[in-house]
T-cell receptor, first 110, second 123 residues
Framework: QSALTQPASVSGSPGQSITISCTGT?????????VSWYQQHPGKAPKLMIY???NRPSGVPDRFSGSKSGNTASLTISGLQAEDEADYYC??????????FGGGTKLTVL | EVQLLESGGGLVQPGGSLRLSCAAS????????MNWVRQAPGKGLEWVSI????????YYADSVKGRFTISRDNSKNTLYLQMNSLRAEDTAVYYC????????????????WGQGTLATVSS
């Protein structure tokens, strides 16, 4: 049950686009469509942003999008806004019927 | 509106036990699998355990297997986590999180989260 690999930090200016990667194996990310992404502001509970690789829950801006290629999933945020500054985590279902998170990525809006 | 409210956290000595609870409202509780996810101070999220809607099927992270037990009482709309043989590395905020699916052995995601309860293991 090794954690999925995410970059520790990414940054971008308002209005720009950024992409956060999430790399696993064929036993998790690569093997299933069950990749999800969560946003967490300091001191707050995580919030679901993307599910099943590329689906957005109601209320999540369409600036957030997800994709997957092989064992790597990605979260893209376009038109960066100050309120997007937060920690982002990916998660995947695994062959052991368990779940696994990535190590998290801190997004800084410059 | 779905609401999840955790309780039961606190300070416990290494080797001790703690029982966390998560009271759910605003949903058909037995229709959904439920999870525990933890976050050590200043660290990332770690999935801990899942239980099916019926309570029959459970899965655990290797780091807690054999020490933690997840359970639920659907008549009380409450999820539990019994934590035994606690270690310093179990110190974390523990979140309960509703799953999208009913069965624990299928893919899902965490669509609602509680605010968490802090468990501190220290002498």
């Amino acid at each position: 049950q090794s954690a999925l690999t995410q970059p520790a930090s990414v940054s971008g200016s308002p209005g720009q686009s950024i992409t956060i990667s999430c790399t696993g194996t064929s036993s998790d990310v690569g093997g299933y469509k069950y990749v999800s992404w969560y946003q967490q502001h300091p001191g707050k509970a995580p919030k679901l942003m993307i599910y099943d690789v590329n689906n957005r829950p109601s209320g999540v801006p369409d600036r957030f999008s997800g994709s997957k290629s092989g064992n790597t999933a990605s979260l893209t945020i376009s038109g960066l806004q100050a309120e997007d500054e937060a920690d982002y985590y990916c998660s995947s279902y695994t062959t052991n019927s368990t779940r696994v998170f990535g190590g998290g990525t801190k997004l800084t809006v410059l | 509106e779905v609401q999840l409210l955790e309780s039961g956290g606190g300070l416990v000595q290494p080797g001790g036990s703690l029982r966390l609870s998560c009271a759910a409202s605003g949903l058909s509780f037995s229709s959904y699998a439920m999870n525990w996810v933890r976050q050590a101070p200043g660290k990332g999220l770690e999935w801990v355990s899942i239980i099916s809607g019926s309570g029959v099927t459970t899965y655990y992270a290797d780091s807690v297997k054999g020490r933690f037990t997840i359970s639920r009482d659907n008549s009380k709309n409450t999820l539990y986590l019994q934590m035994n043989s606690l270690r310093a590395e179990d110190t974390a905020v523990y979140y309960c999180a509703k799953d999208r699916v009913t069965a624990a052995g299928t893919g899902g995601y965490f669509d609602y989260w509680g605010q968490g309860t802090l468990a501190t293991v220290s002498s």
